[in-house]
């Protein structure tokens, strides 16, 4: 069974940092590109970030570049969301999600992705 879970979320002050972990089950992880999604209340889920399944591609959003950085851990079948600079509007749900690697259309596009994990609330607040 294909599964994908989040952790790492919680509560953060202004300015501070998180890592997300996305563990996968199932499948093998290497072979399938990883994107990170979020959803504020009220509003449409939104790409974040992602990366190809060689690690040869990475992408950001706009509103995280230079604050949010995407890797890999293949061996332990473990993708990572490190978020530094935390801001209020970071506030989200966070979601990854895998599609089979590496070509990707659309990196940052919901429906690229073929499987989803449950999320992880990340709230910055102070």
């Known amino acids: 069974q294909v599964q994908l879970v989040e952790s790492g979320g919680g509560l953060v002050q202004p300015g501070g940092s998180l890592r997300l972990s996305c563990a996968a089950s199932g499948f093998t992880l290497e072979d399938y590109n990883i994107g990170w999604f979020r959803q504020a209340p009220g509003k449409e889920r939104e790409g974040v970030s992602c990366i190809s399944s060689d690690i040869v591609s990475t992408y950001y959003a706009d509103s995280v570049k230079g604050r949010f950085t995407i890797s890999r851990d293949n061996a332990k079948n473990t993708v990572y969301l490190q978020m530094n ?11 990854c999600a895998a599609v089979p690697g590496p070509t990707m259309m659309f990196p940052l596009f919901v429906y690229e992705y073929n499987y989803w994990g449950q999320g ?7």
């Open 85 to 95: 600079s935390l801001k209020p509007e970071d506030t989200a749900v966070y979601y």
């Open 120 to 126: 992880t609330q990340v709230t910055v607040s102070s």
